[in-house]
């Protein structure tokens, strides 16, 4: 019988993960108990051992939530997948499985601000050094910010909101130089327009608030794991660079994670270790809601894309529009790039400033009637959102450059209603700006 991993990608949305036996329901079911009964005391050891698939308590993983990881791994060409209660958990413990105190880490300079935050003060109050950097710097340069203590290197395919398309291949070649894995943050692109890890990267986040649930439901995050990362690499000095991962585990009998879980060994671990302390367990209503959203993912997204494409050009030749970020709309510094890592699409959201900027683009926003103002991307609704003043309103003005924030910044994330009247809205708001 066929595998599913060998379906198109459109198939593997719909089938992926859940298949029903005869006589079951052919929706993937809520399981929604917290324990799970067993008859004996050694069938309960050997799930503390990690030497059983089934389940105990819900923090540590259930039923419905396991079918989404294998889903979200299924989509994401990886070979383990683990749900997180938000995206800013899946980035949080894709970093603190491989990383503790006085350890350095590389990010892209051009970051979604929460996670900007989280690498920049709570990290640090916690001893990691994450530092930034133009993403992009040649390979020489950034070759050359490794440090004996460097533990990963992080971007986002495409930068929130900075629209900034990460060069895939060209950080895997630095991870790679560096003996470090790249962490790739897809939420943005979703695996229907980019596949990180088919461009070399090892680990893909998520924050499936976004595009992969797509409909707003519900709050959640995902790692993925690409299984092509070696866990037994030498730091400078010869000793082991990841003993979480490839040396014996004292909470575990000793068991190593590599040895025994091989391209399963990060998010076995994640999950054994990592959501077991910090608690951040996806609920089984918001996976079932998210694997939902995943069902139509591609075809939302191609619909998403064609709109985007349309909304973008209209708002380049907009007289009160003074310019626009899209990586899809030729002219743009991403646009080849764009074409590369994304051929199907550069996703659909895009940034553009109002003529006579931050006082212009508020009065903008007062006169949508359509298109919602909300702190949120990748939505079937239209969303709309000025981020120097809402979502990155913790960042110096300094910070906010730095990340591709202008102060007049509007970001739009183009949802599934009629082009037209998207464009209809948009015009209407535009032309009553006062400047
Ligand atoms: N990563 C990216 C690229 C995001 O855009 C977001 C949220 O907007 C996050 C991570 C954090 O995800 P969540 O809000 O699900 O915690």
Redesign the pocket.
């Known amino acids: 019988m066929k595998e599913m991993k060998d379906n198109k990608f459109e198939t593997k949305c719909v089938h992926g993960a859940y298949r029903a036996q005869s006589a079951q329901p052919q929706n993937m079911p809520i399981i929604q108990s917290t324990t799970y009964r067993y008859y004996n005391a050694p069938d309960v050891a050997a799930l503390f051992d990690l030497d059983s698939p089934n389940h105990m308590y819900a923090r540590l993983g259930s039923p419905t939530v396991d079918y989404l990881e294998q889903k979200m791994a299924l989509l994401e060409s990886g070979t383990a997948g683990m749900s997180t209660s ?6 949080l413990i894709a970093l603190l499985n491989i990383c503790e105190a006085g350890d350095h880490v590389l990010s892209g300079t051009n ?2 601000g ?2 900007y935050n989280l690498f920049n003060v709570t990290l640090r109050r916690l001893g990691l050094d994450v530092e930034f950097f133009d993403q992009d710097m040649s390979e020489e340069e950034i070759l050359k910010l490794k440090r004996p203590n460097t533990k990963a290197l992080f971007g ?1 395919t495409l930068g ?1 909101p900075a629209l900034s398309v990460l060069d895939i291949e060209k950080f895997a070649r630095v991870a790679n130089a560096m003996k470090v894995p790249l962490i790739v ?1 897809n ?2 692109a979703t695996p229907a327009l980019c596949r990180p890890i088919e461009y070399g990267a090892h680990i893909v ?6 595009f992969a649930d797509g409909h707003g439901t519900s ?3 995902c790692v993925v794991e690409g299984g092509n990362f070696d866990w037994t690499v030498k730091d400078d000095d010869g000793n082991l660079k990841y003993p979480t991962m490839a040396a014996p585990d004292d909470s575990y009998h000793g068991l190593n994670f590599y040895e025994k879980f091989g391209q399963a060994a990060f998010c076995t671990r994640l999950k054994a270790v990592l959501v077991r302390d910090l608690g951040c367990t996806m609920a089984p209503m918001n996976a079932y809601l998210t694997h939902q959203g995943l069902q139509t993912l591609d075809v939302r997204m191609e619909r998403h894309v064609k709109n985007a494409e349309a909304v973008a050009k209209f708002l380049k030749g907009h007289p009160m529009v003074d310019w626009i970020i899209y990586p899809g709309l030729e002219g743009d510094k991403y646009y080849d790039l764009a074409k590369k890592y994304m051929p199907k699409g550069a996703s659909a959201v895009m940034s553009f400033g109002v003529k006579g900027g931050r006082k212009a683009g508020e009065d903008f926003l007062e006169h949508l009637e359509l298109c919602s103002i909300v702190v ?2 990748g939505d079937i609704h239209t969303s709309v959102l000025h981020p120097a003043s809402t ?1 990155h309103r913790q960042l110096s003005e300094e910070a906010q450059l730095a990340a591709g924030i202008d102060p007049g910044l509007i970001r739009l994330s183009v949802g599934l209603e009629n082009v037209e009247d998207i464009i209809a809205d948009l015009d209407q708001a535009l032309n009553k700006v006062k400047l």
């Open positions: 938000s995206g800013q958990a899946a980035n970051i979604y929460g996670t986002e929130n943050d939420t943005l986040t998520h924050s499936t608030t976004k709050i959640g995050g949120h991307v979502t």
